[in-house]
């Protein structure tokens, strides 16, 4: 993703998840979820199907 966003910029920011808290690097164009925020947009299905 960091190479992506280097030769394109205009496509920042770019959104990854992580086990951490939400960070934000502006200087990389980088947008970081937590695991459980990704997991509530994906929706009820997806939690379902991932399992206790």
Same mark, same amino acid.
Do not use: D, K, R, T
């Given at each position: 993703?960091?190479?992506?966003?280097?030769?394109?910029?205009?496509?920042?920011?770019?959104?990854?998840?992580?086990?951490?808290?939400?960070?934000?690097?502006?200087?990389?164009?980088? +947008?970081?979820? %937590?695991?459980? /925020? =990704? #997991? @509530? +947009?994906?929706? %009820?299905?997806? /939690? =379902? #199907? @991932?399992?206790?």
């Amino acid at each position: 993703m960091h190479l992506l966003l280097s030769e394109h910029p205009e496509c920042a920011p770019g959104f990854g998840v992580s086990a951490g808290p939400c960070a934000e690097l502006p200087e990389q164009g980088l +947008v970081f979820l %937590p695991l459980y /925020s =990704a #997991a @509530a +947009v994906a929706g %009820p299905a997806a /939690s =379902a #199907a @991932a399992g206790p």
